[in-house]
Nanobody
Framework: QLQVVESGGGLVQPGGSLTLSCAAA????????IGWFRQAPGKEREGVSC????????YYEDSVKGRFTISRDNAKNTVFLQMNSLKPQDTAIYYC????????????????WGQGTQVTVSS
């Protein structure tokens, strides 16, 4: 069964950094677009970033532009989300999701979802 698994969450202080990983099992990420989403308590799930499968095109939500960087290492079958200058409002459960697509797409289209990893930014 196709699965993606997030890891790397934890507790960090404001201004700190954290790197999340999304590893694929049962398939290769080469042909999949990968999206990162997050859901804070009492709020709707929102898109954070995504990366295409062919040209490596990327997307960032306005609130994270300049602070987050998405990348993929196909040899490791893993996608990363480097998060810098973290703010308390970044606190959420972060999910990665995969869809067999060359390009980034919208939330309802993603086929495979991870269980999520908690990111807490607090002093």
């Amino acid at each position: 069964q196709l699965q993606v698994v997030e890891s790397g969450g934890g507790l960090v202080q404001p201004g700190g950094s954290l790197t999340l990983s999304c590893a694929a099992a049962g398939f290769t990420l080469d042909y999949y677009a990968i999206g990162w989403f997050r859901q804070a308590p009492g709020k709707e799930r929102e898109g954070v970033s995504c990366i295409g499968s062919i040209d490596g095109s990327t997307y960032y939500e306005d609130s994270v532009k300049g602070r987050f960087t998405i990348s993929r290492d196909n040899a490791k079958n893993t996608v990363f989300l480097q998060m810098n200058s973290l703010k308390p409002q970044d606190t959420a459960i972060y999910y990665c999701a995969a869809v067999r697509s060359a390009y980034c797409t919208t939330l309802p289209v993603y086929e495979y979802w991870g269980q999520g990893t908690q990111v807490t930014v607090s002093s």
